[in-house]
């Protein structure tokens, strides 16, 4: 397809700036619909937290001391991308649980099992580790996640202990450095047979469409995404729970407090419940 926008992303299932990103996506899928794909490149962030130093944003504790530095740092990117976190009682990373390779391993194996699957159950790891406080470095927790999306437990297990999921995340391994990768989230975006540009850090819903217009010399805009109760329940049909943010930013809601009073008519009705995390909250259908 001509105007078909591919977006590989280069992430970790526990980086704080990707799981900042969702609602961008969420802008994507409306403002160009059905024409974003989204392709997952596994970047194993932390091998061992015991070596891992990230001084830039204050996190060089090692298992002793880098859950409360994480949790500092997420405070500071909350103010930013607006996601929901729940810093009490985090606690992933331990002498024991040392690394996020667990976790990128285990996203491989969900494409083994049922590559339908896969995002989901990518997304149900971000929102156990960053909202729920869930150490998803443990084998048993990355099973009952992916239980929870359908992924069927004997296979998923099966292909979580196999050589062939550990394989497939080294090779992503070798894609982030052949796409020259040295951040979470980074992004190769492509239109079309058009030659794909890397963006690296974190990138706002305005410069992904930038470079959109850019790469189709400005024939391919976004569309309006008017809030209704039908685009709602179509995106999560997609999605299943939604972050306030994730709204806010799929729709073009004229200022933050008609998006609250948009969903707390729904939640009101029952149709929308509602699901309070930090300072901010998700939305499901109602039962």
Known sequence: MKNHITITNFTDPVCIWCWGTE????????????????????GGLVDDINNFADPGNGIDAGAKGANEQIVEHWIEAVEVHGMPVQPEG???????????YPQNIAYKAAQIVDPGKADAYLRRIREATLTEAKVTGDVDVLIELACEVGLERVAFGKALKSKKAEQAFHADLRLNHEAGVEVFPSFLVAVGESEPVLLRGFITYEEFKDVIRSLTQGTLLPTAASPSMEAIHALLAKHPKLAFEEVYKAFDFASREQAHLFLEDLIGKQILIKEEVGLSYFVRMGL
């Open 23 to 42: 609602p961008i996506f969420r802008a994507l899928e409306t403002h160009y619909p059905d024409l974003v794909e989204f392709r997952y490149v596994m």
């Open 90 to 100: 985090f606690h992933l990373f331990s002498n024991e649980f040392p690394s996020t």
